[in-house]
Each structure stands twice: as C-alpha cells, then as structure tokens.
C-alpha cells in the first residue's frame, strides 16, 4: 500500500459552564488532531495523536516534517513507516510531538491496512480476547480551582451516584488539586456515594512528592480503592519506587511516557504494578504492542490510558480486545487480571458525536467495533463544525 494524501484537521470546541480542573490545569475547551491518510487505491484510514497538549505542534510535525516522507514511502505498512519515521526523527524527536504525530500516523496506517483486508485491527494485532471491555468512568473533577466543603462534596457525591445510575461499576476519581486532608474528605464522599462494594480509583495527574503522595495513598487504601495512577512526576522513578514500596494500593501510571524506550526505563525503575501507554501518544498500534511485550515479561498489567475523540477509543478498544490476561487465569476478573477500558465521562463533543455510531454502555461493557480497520466511520459534518485548522498535502506523483 501507497498514501498519496495526507490530511490533518485541528478540532477545537469550548466547553463553557461545564470548564473543569485537575490537579494540573483548567480545562475550558476539547481539543483533537485527527490525520486522514488516503492510499492510491482510495482506502481511507483515521488517526490521532496527542492528548492533553495543544493540537497545533502535532499538527506542524506531520505537515512540516513527516508528511513528505510517508507519501514518498514505496510501501506505507505501518512496521515499516514506524521505523522510518522514529528512525529519521531521532536526533529531535524521541518523545513529545514528534511521537504523538507517529502514533496518529501509525493508527490512521492500521486502519487502512485492516479496511484492505476487511478484517478489524484487533484481528490483525493478534486476534480477539473478548468482544467487549469493561469500562471504567473517569469522572470526579474539579468543577473549580478552591473547595466549600458543603457544596463541593454534595456536588461530587451527586455527580458519582449519576455514573453508578448509567451502569458503571468502577469509576476513577481526581485527586490532587486540593491539601490531602480535604482530597481524603472528598474520597470519603465518593465512597459513602457509592457504598463498599463499588470499584474506586484515583488518579492525582502528578500532583505530589512522594511522601505527601503516600499520605495520600494510605488515604485510599483505607477506603479500599484499587490503584493509585500517577501520584508523582513521570520523571521522578525514584519517587514512584519510594511510593510503590510504601504503599500497598497498585501504583499506575505511563500516559506520559513513550516509546518502549521510556517504558524500559519506567518498568526496569520499579516505578509501577499497571502500566498505562495512551496509544495516541506512545508511538500508535505498532508501539503500543511492544509496550505490552515488555510489560508481560515484568507481570504487569497494561490499562491503557484514553482521552480524546471517538477516533482515540476506538483505536483503544481494538488494542484491549488484543490484550491477553495478565496474567491467565481460568476466569478472567475484569481490573485483576483482564484489561479494562478507560471511559471518560466529562463532556467531549469530539468523542460523542464525531463517529456516525455511538460508544454505549451495556451492563458496564463497551463493544469493541467489529467492522474493517478501526470499526468506526467519522461524520464529516462533525469534523467541518470543530474544524479550526489543518491540512492537505498530497504526493506530487498523484
Ligand atoms: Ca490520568
């Protein structure tokens, strides 16, 4: 297969009133950066790349560097484009833009090459486990930066109990905005909310040093949450080993690392027990299976990290179907040993209307797309109404 046009598309919408925080920032509007790859047969492939970060420089790295050596590519499989594209980028590239436009590229590549074949991308990577992914909601932000205990916490226990009504039954919360006393007073809510036996999780996007993230971590341990995601900086491993070994709560983290390279590191640091490569952002489909090899050789677990539009879930769901247990057992247990897929809750156009079908929750489960490729179809009209920027370059041979 050949590409001989290359598109890519800067989505942008407010989200006004329903503006939320985390630990780390506010968070007024949705953003995407979808790429369209066209083959010279006509087969079309979508892609994203990035998360949390601004569109725009994703956008400049394939526009500007890595375009022109995809159509000019005589074979585009996506082994072969990852390693040219990582190859020649390394000097500047390694982790970052560079590698948030591989994993758009590498995703839009992989739908294409199952759209060819009319077989689904999880078929391709190896097969499927299972047809449908428990889901876990991810919810539980700030709605702002200070705290009235009165109405922060009826507004939060409200908004869980909202989550439990729609069939969730694992649900993860934010933590890490707030001094620990008042974050512990917020985990209490959420689990009187919710009563014992629902599946809690936390996540502080990095909000602590080690020793106020223990603090923090004995606080959930106390009320039975199941792990602990991103208590420390990506780049403080110590940190993350000080915490892991202090704590008995599942250590998680990854969604700012990439590459197999950062997460060599990251695993050989003994810095986790779940790892969490966030596929638009790691290096693609490609990477993301490398990933998981090195995990599967440390017993970890791999949950991986999903934000973004429809695009980002469901090249998510297709690598979950693809995940073997870890490790096997006769019964898979959903979180224990069986992947689970991140289903975020805040409001995105970009996630729920961008797909021409819907992402539904059924008894806790979202299917995973059985159709060719990605399994899904982008609505254009969606795409034009967000559209803010973006592309078209095409081979000077077509
Ligand atoms: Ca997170």
């Not at 110590?238 to 202090?246: D, F, I, L, T």
């Amino acid at each position: 297969m050949k590409i001989e046009r290359v598109e890519t598309f800067v989505l942008r919408t407010p989200l006004g009133a329903d503006t939320f925080y985390s630990s780390q920032a506010q968070f007024p509007e949705r953003t995407s950066l979808l790429v369209r790859l066209t083959t010279t047969d006509g087969v079309v492939g979508w892609g994203e790349g990035g998360q949390y970060g601004p569109p725009e420089p994703v956008q400049s790295c394939i526009d500007d560097v890595l375009a022109g050596r995809l159509v000019a590519a005589p074979d585009a499989s996506p082994g072969v484009i990852w390693d040219l594209l990582y190859s020649t980028t390394r000097d500047y590239g390694q982790k970052g833009p560079y590698i948030e436009a591989i994993s758009a590229i590498d995703i839009a590549l992989w739908d294409i090459m199952g759209k060819t074949l009319n077989t689904s991308v999880s078929t391709l990577i190896g097969g499927r486990f299972r047809k449908s992914v428990k889901a876990y909601g991810t919810g539980g932000y700030y709605s702002s930066a200070g705290f009235v205990p009165g109405r922060d916490l009826d507004e939060l226990s409200d908004t869980v109990s909202g989550y439990a009504a729609d069939g969730f039954g694992m649900l993860k919360i934010k933590v890490g905005l707030l001094d620990v006393r008042d974050d512990a007073r917020r985990v209490i809510a959420v689990r009187e909310a919710l009563g014992d036996d629902f599946t809690l999780l936390a996540d502080a996007n990095h909000a602590y040093n080690s020793s106020s993230a223990i603090a923090m971590g004995r606080v959930l341990e106390d009320h039975g949450f199941q792990f602990f995601e991103e208590p420390v900086p990506p780049e403080d491993r110590q940190g993350y080993a000080r915490v892991r070994s202090r704590l008995d709560i599942p250590i998680a983290g990854g969604e700012a690392e990439y590459t197999r390279y950062g997460f060599r590191d990251f695993i050989a640091g003994g810095c986790v027990d779940i790892i969490q490569p966030d596929i638009c952002v790691c290096g693609g489909i490609s990477e993301v299976q490398r990933i998981v090899a090195l995990a599967s050789t440390h017993n970890l677990r791999t949950i991986p990290h999903v934000w973004g539009s429809g695009i980002a879930l469901a090249a998510a769901l297709q690598v979950c179907a693809a995940l073997p247990l870890a490790p096997y057992t006769h019964v898979p247990r959903p979180l224990q040993n069986e992947p689970v897929v991140e289903f975020d809750r805040t409001r995105n156009p970009l996630r729920d209307d961008l797909l021409t079908s819907e992402f539904e929750l059924v008894d806790g489960y979202v299917r995973v797309p059985a159709g060719a490729g990605l399994g899904v179809d982008v609505d254009p009209a969606v795409v034009e109404r967000y559209r803010v920027g973006g592309s078209d370059i095409r081979s000077t041979a077509a």
